[in-house]
């Protein structure tokens, strides 16, 4: 399995941007996939997965902000942010947790200029 995810780039505070990741491989509805992002000197934290029956969890700052979605058709996985700040300020990862095994996509920078 491979992710390959697009759509980092340079937004203003209050700005939008979406993210997407393709996964080449096999992906079965019920692996979980996700966005991760770490930011300098932090830790990486979970930011939205979204599993089977488009079930989603969000991490607490983001909830009212971003959106995961997800076409199964394509195997690909998006991140639709709105209303940025420069706390999202980050590398941004996709993930799917297949059957137990963790795929990491190269991630995307994400820079919100205040």
């Known amino acids: 399995v491979q992710l390959q995810a697009f759509g980092g780039g340079l937004v203003q505070a209050g700005g939008s941007l979406r993210l997407s990741c393709a996964a080449s491989?096999?992906?079965?509805?019920?692996?979980?996939m996700g966005w991760y992002r770490q930011a300098p000197g932090k830790q990486r934290e979970m930011v939205a997965t979204?599993?089977?029956?488009?079930?989603?969890r969000y991490e607490g700052s983001v909830k009212d902000r971003f959106t995961i979605s997800r076409d199964y058709a394509k195997n690909t996985v998006y991140l639709q942010m709105n209303d940025l700040k420069p706390e999202d300020t980050a590398v941004y990862y996709c993930?799917?947790?297949?059957?137990?095994?963790?795929?990491w996509g190269q991630g995307t920078l994400v820079t919100v200029s205040s």
């Open positions: 993930h799917v947790d297949r059957w137990g095994d963790d795929y």
């Open positions: 491989g096999s992906i079965a509805s019920t692996n979980v």
């Open positions: 979204i599993a089977a029956g488009y079930r989603t």
